[in-house]
Structures are given as C-alpha cells and as structure tokens.
C-alpha cells in the first residue's frame, strides 16, 4: 500500500478501539494535526519523516503508538472541526504542523502537550511565553529566524536584468506573522535600494491577478494558503514572466526559479525527539523553543532559462542544489 492509501486507512480506521486495530490497549497516543492535504507530497514526505523518527526513538505504530492523522489541505475550517476530532480521542500528546494547527488545538486545550513544527514567531502569536521558556503546555520548532526575510530579498538583486520593484505576496488571514517578516524586508530593502510593495492575496482572483504584474519581481512568504495553492501561484509567475523567490523548495521543485528556505524535514525529526521525551515524563513548559539550524538555498536553472535571466555566479556557487 503506498502513503496516500496508508494515510487514507489510518483516517478511517482512527476512532476504532485498540482490541480491534491489533494495537496494545496501553500504547500511547500521538495526534498530528497538519495544514496540508493527506495526499499532498509533501504531507507525505513529512508524514514518513516523522514515523520513521519516531521508530528510531522506540516508538512504533501498532506496536506501543497509536498515530492519529488529521489534514486540513490548507481548508481554516477543515482544520477547526479536525482539531474538535483530536481532541475527543483523548490523545497523549499531539503534534500540530503549521500556524493554524497551533491555533486551533490551544483553544481547545490547556492539559494535552502540544509540539510544534513550521510555525513562525511564536511568541508574538501567544503559542509560548518566550523561546528558553514556553510555559503552559505547548513548545516546538520555529521554521523562521529575523533574517531570513531580509536575504529572500537579497537574491532577488543578484538577478540579471536588475530588479528594482518587488510584489511581496502573502495572505493576511493566514499569516498573521507578515508585518514582522515586511519589517525586515522593507529595512533590508533601503540597503539594497529596491521598492518593495505588498500584494496581499486571498483568492483565486487575486492570485491570478499577479499573471499582469509584469513590473518587477516576486517574493513569496511563508503561508500555508500560499502552499496549498502553490499550483496556481506558479503559474500566474511563469505567465508575468518574472524572477521569484520562495521559502519552501517545494516550490522550485514544481518550476519555480529560487528558493532559502529552512529544513522542515530537520524540523519533524526534532519534533520527534521533544513528543518522545514528553511521553516519557518531560513538561513542555521546560523545553525551549528552538530556532531553525539547517538552511537550504535551491536555485533551478531552467527555470532562469525560460524567464531570459542569469544570476549571480556567487549566489549559484553557495546554493545547496541547482536544478539543471
């Protein structure tokens, strides 16, 4: 059975008892709430990764671990009546991928410990306290540090025929965290002496819109409603005909031409590592938070090709993979 049939079983299969799923009736239990589709790949990908994390710390599904799987595909109200499902089936500890995720379980509980993973600036969105100490019952892996914003921007003048304008682009009813990450970039941007103009989207409309921006370049934050509507984001750039950067290489690996982005599967490891400690008698409130360590340039070179643009031969060098 691939991943999508495996996930798709699990959905269904998730409220019956332990007797019946062949499960030990003292297995604990894991809820992973995720901003993504259960089919998406990359929801795949991080849904292997943490299985295969899990095992290597001891825990094994069917065995001393019950995993129950909730996806929103990127759907505010999807996500809501998922996070009511978790919680009813009573879990242990629960695992929430994305800022809406976090959002959504803390309203609904003060007691189960929740582990992040790809969040933003959780401290100014209320998840902790502050990063060495969280407080309360929530601590995880932020996929995000101050200035990181500030070098998505950076590529973009490295690109040949110069850039002068760039359309920051972002969903503002799902990402609260944008006025930090616009700070940064409209400082960084003085320096660099280029324009920067937000362009908030929220839509099929709006995202569309962005085809007949033929005046500058792109730069796309970090956004689960940017992600789940990645196809159509690509395609309006590759009909404006414009340089873009990207904070996830999910992007570049669909045709986009750059992006720095941290390593999310790094990311789901760790997280691994702090539900296994909790399991075993640690408090959230006494784990920090923890910043991203690995980081990732991915440039595709075709991509470059297809849009007429060369770019710098210090930024190719540095780059962690180039797509030929």
């Not at 691994?272 to 595709?300: C, M, S």
């Amino acid at each position: 059975m691939n991943r999508r049939g495996c996930l798709a079983l699990l959905g269904m299969t998730a409220a019956l008892p332990a007797a019946v799923l062949g499960q030990q009736p003292n297995a604990a239990r894991l809820g992973v709430l995720s901003v993504t589709a259960a089919d998406d790949a990359i929801g795949q990908a991080r849904s292997t990764i943490l299985v295969e994390a899990l095992a290597g710390q001891g825990w094994k599904e069917r065995a001393n671990l019950t995993i129950d799987w909730r996806s929103g595909g990127g759907d505010r109200a999807r996500i809501a009546q998922l996070a009511d499902e978790l919680i009813a089936l009573k879990p242990d500890i629960l695992l929430a991928v994305g800022t809406p995720s976090v959002e959504e379980l803390r309203r609904r509980t003060t007691t189960i410990p929740i582990v992040f993973a790809v969040v933003t600036d959780p401290v100014s969105q209320g998840f902790v306290e502050n990063l060495a100490h969280p407080g309360g019952n929530i601590t995880g892996f932020t996929d995000y540090d101050g200035p990181l914003a500030g070098k998505w921007l950076e590529m973009l003048t490295q690109v040949t025929p110069p850039v002068r304008r760039v359309l920051v682009v972002y969903n503002p009813a799902t990402a609260p965290f944008a006025p930090l990450m616009l700070r940064t970039i409209e400082d960084a941007a003085r320096t660099l002496h280029v324009m920067v103009e937000p362009a908030p989207v929220h839509d099929a409309a709006s995202i569309g819109a962005l085809a007949s921006r033929k005046d500058g370049a792109i730069l796309v934050l970090p956004d689960f409603f940017t992600m789940a509507n990645r196809a159509h984001l690509l395609a309006a750039i590759a009909e404006a005909r414009v340089p873009a950067v990207f904070w996830s290489r999910t992007f570049v690996d669909e045709g986009g031409l750059m992006s720095y982005s941290t390593d999310s599967a790094e990311q789901l490891r760790r997280a691994a590592d702090y539900i296994d400690r909790i399991l075993k008698g640690a408090h959230a409130a006494d784990l920090p938070v923890q910043n991203p360590t690995k980081f990732e340039l991915t440039i595709n070179l075709k991509a470059a090709k297809e849009l007429g643009i060369t770019l710098s031969a210090g930024l190719l060098a540095i780059a962690n993979d180039v797509i030929e």
